[in-house]
């Protein structure tokens, strides 16, 4: 068989048309799924795929641990709204085999239950993070309500690590959930008045810490490319 210029444009042609529409499907490979961007939402799905990487938590909702630690009667959550729908979407993400999903329930529960990350604009993505950690948070928390501790004195230096162990105590006593476990610490912080020389020390959880990042004053690079191309032989 004599093959003509038409017979390998068609050939090609085809490869092309088959390699775009496996494209169409997720590989085999589990995470592969995107999110669409429903109106101006890409900081809503920065969010989530940056918090379902982490792979605790990930298996801890595929494996459907969320539903028998609910908490339905906590007025600071949501009535484990958030934990159930943003169980599902890890699920389609991690067990679907489409390309990409629309997390449209989850973003529901963000218009309903936080306000200010509602409508149609753009927002920040660090704000939709702490608002979803600590709306998971609430929803997942294992601790009863209890009154707020009162303020702990200031310890003396040696006894500083037995003041941070009780703070931390007194933390969980009403915070406790799979969220604490894996994104919160304790910062200790320490004031010192110049003029008597007395120092306060505090004891305070977190989830998130703010970092500077660096600023150059000046900035280097490197241009390659090939003499033989170049008209007059140099850059």
């Not at 969320?66 to 934990?83: D, F, K, S, V, W």
């Not at 999903?101 to 927002?123: D, F, I, M, Y």
């Not at 490319?225 to 850059?235: K, P």
Request: with cysteine; proline share 6%.
């Amino acid at each position: 068989m004599i093959l003509t210029a038409d017979h390998v444009f068609a050939l090609r042609r085809s490869r092309r048309m088959t390699t775009r529409r496996e494209t169409l499907t997720a590989p085999d490979l589990p995470g592969a799924t995107g999110l669409h961007n429903l109106g101006n939402t890409c900081f809503m799905n920065a969010a989530l795929q940056a918090v379902w990487s982490t792979a605790a938590l990930r298996r801890y909702f595929l494996a459907g641990l969320h539903e028998q630690e609910l908490n339905t009667r906590n007025p600071l959550g949501t009535g484990g709204a958030l934990a159930l729908r943003y169980g599902e979407l890890c699920r389609e993400v991690w067990t679907g085999g489409a390309r990409s999903v629309a997390p449209l329930r989850l973003r529901w529960c963000v218009s309903r239950w936080a306000r200010a990350l509602a409508g149609g604009g753009q927002h920040d993505a660090q704000e939709l993070l702490a608002w979803l950690l600590d709306a998971l948070h609430e929803d997942l928390n294992r601790a009863a309500p209890a009154p707020p501790p009162a303020a702990p004195a200031t310890p003396a230096p040696a006894a500083e690590p037995a003041a941070a162990a009780a703070a931390w105590r007194q933390f969980a006593a009403r915070n406790t959930s799979v969220v604490t476990d894996l994104f919160y610490g304790q910062l200790k912080s320490r004031v010192r008045c110049v003029t008597c020389g007395h120092d306060s020390v505090r004891f305070d959880t977190f989830n998130m810490l703010s970092l500077p990042l660096p600023l150059e004053n000046s900035l280097r690079a490197e241009i390659k490319g090939n003499l033989s191309t170049m008209s007059d032989g140099y850059v």
